[in-house]
């Protein structure tokens, strides 16, 4: 009995050893192993925007397209897992089935029965208001004078703290950190643009062509002089690192203010 309970316990220990090491495997390659990502944008007659995002080799593949009407859909191994078509049209069969439910159930239902129900609803509304004056009292006193004035005091002093000013400055300096880091690697299109006056056109003209230094090589614009104008397409590919992201979390955690912020406000509201 010993020897089968010792067996047991090792399969488990086994199992469960197994289960950790899979688990490591799979937070090493999402830190590691970087998320592709592609978009296209295109304008001619209408918009159309397509977004792939891939992981592994395409292990999970994620696509959402855009162009009179929006579509997302998941692939995991090739094999499509989810789709909002799908989901709309199940979404569309229960609605109706619901529908033709309560089509028959309001058919056999008596209509003194029905009244009957109405009135009990209306009888235990009464009652809950009846049983908590309190609430609409509080409710009335939000919108007086003094409540608004309390209201508008206290955001005053959050606006004007310091600790906002911190958390607008350690935002702005987390998101600048990531652009830089998710921005595309490779962009290339085709642009066309032009204004009913010639003289628009060649303004706007003058503002790229300071920035061609910075433009990539492979992003062609062609000023239009003749007719009003935009058109073209854009197609911009990147990778993400898990691991990055993790860093600034962490780094955010870390600095020493941001969890006493948080503790501060969490108290401040219990």
């Not at 090792?10 to 490591?24: A, D, N, P, R, T």
């Not at 989810?82 to 058919?107: F, I, V």
């Not at 062509?209 to 854009?234: A, R, Y």
């Amino acid at each position: 009995m010993l020897h089968i309970l010792v067996s047991i316990l090792k399969i488990i220990g086994i199992l469960l050893l197994v289960l950790l090491i899979l688990l490591l495997i799979v937070i090493i390659s999402i830190l590691f192993i970087p998320f592709g990502y592609r978009i296209r944008v295109k304008k001619e007659k209408s918009f159309d925007l397509k977004v792939d995002i891939s992981w592994l080799f395409h292990l999970i593949h994620v696509i959402f397209v855009y162009d009179k009407e929006s579509s997302f859909e998941c692939h995991i191994f090739g094999i499509p897992v989810y789709h909002t078509k799908d989901k709309k049209q199940k979404d569309k069969k229960q609605k109706n089935a619901k529908r033709e439910k309560q089509a028959k159930q309001d058919e056999t239902q008596e209509p003194e029965v029905c009244r009957g129900k109405k009135d009990e609803q209306q009888n235990s509304e009464r009652s809950q208001k009846q049983t908590d004056p309190g609430e609409h009292s509080r409710k009335n006193n939000d919108y007086t004078s003094k409540g608004f004035y309390d209201k508008l005091k206290k955001w005053k002093a959050i606006l004007s703290s310091e600790d906002l000013k911190w958390i607008v400055n350690m935002a702005l300096s987390t998101i600048k950190t990531l652009l830089g880091h998710i921005k595309p690697n490779k962009i290339k299109g085709n642009i066309e643009f032009g204004f009913d006056d010639p003289a628009n056109t060649g303004e706007l003209l003058g503002v790229i062509g300071m920035l061609f230094p910075v433009l990539p090589e492979e992003l062609i614009i062609i000023p239009d002089f003749t007719e009003s104008v935009f058109k073209g397409w854009i197609d911009a590919k990147g990778r993400i690192f898990g691991i990055f992201i993790l860093k600034e979390i962490v780094k955010i955690l870390l600095d020493g203010k941001t969890i006493p912020i948080v503790k501060k406000y969490m108290h401040k509201e219990a």
